[in-house]
């Protein structure tokens, strides 16, 4: 027979369940259109259930926070440890830029920086996980490479792809066409390829490099 789950666990999947609720709220209603009514009807759960373990719309925000931090740190460590063993390493990990910013996780993310502009309490969480996730990302990326001189110019490289990536997509929300947000973007990666070939020691396709 099946072992019943302790009271722990079902706590667990209890928060789990809202949590991911709260993402899917986030994409399809917005920060604003957040609440934890909304939240509850689409966990399938009760107000009371919810208010249980999170007892206001702050309570829960914060802890979607946490939550969504915790889903970018697992994604970056998981996807990007293929980077190394790709022979085109370089175009792989752009691509893998471009795909992780594609996901619900991320445009739920969005919507909490935007709406932590003007919430002074998110915007300290969300300062609080974020160099974490970053951090998580950078440092998987510096793996490529033994040389600490070329770790820092492929951290440097990294951060600049994402700042132009998230003013890309930033700007495709008011004109919702994702085609030309890719175009821009691969125009971004022309003008990137050379340099993050230059910072893995001229290694680019058919190459082994370290991982």
């Known amino acids: 027979p099946a072992r019943r789950r302790t009271q722990a666990e079902r706590s667990a999947a209890m928060r789990m369940r809202l949590l991911d609720a709260t993402v899917e709220c986030l994409v399809t209603y917005g920060y604003a259109g957040t609440t934890t009514q909304r939240v509850a009807e689409i966990a399938g759960v009760t107000r ?5 373990h999170f007892r206001s719309k702050e309570d829960l925000v914060a802890a979607a926070v946490e939550h969504l931090a915790e889903q970018r740190v697992q994604a970056a460590v998981r996807d990007l440890g293929k980077v190394g063993s790709n022979p085109d390493p370089v175009s792989t990990m752009l691509d893998y830029l471009w795909h992780s910013h594609q996901t619900a996780v991320f445009v739920a993310t969005l919507e909490l920086w935007v709406a932590a502009r003007t919430d002074p309490v998110l915007a300290e969480h969300i300062d609080r996980v974020e160099p974490i996730v970053t951090g998580a990302l950078i440092s998987a990326l510096a793996q490529l490479v033994p ?17 132009a990536l998230r003013g890309i997509l930033l700007s495709s929300f008011v004109d919702r066409d994702n085609e030309r947000a890719r175009k821009r973007w691969n125009r971004v990666c022309d003008q990137l390829h050379g340099m993050f070939v230059d910072a893995l020691g001229g290694r680019s396709a058919n190459v082994e490099i370290s991982s």
């Open 48 to 52: 009371g259930a919810q208010v249980h």
């Open 147 to 163: 040389s600490r001189a070329a770790q820092k110019e492929l951290r440097d490289l990294a951060f600049t792809a994402m700042d």
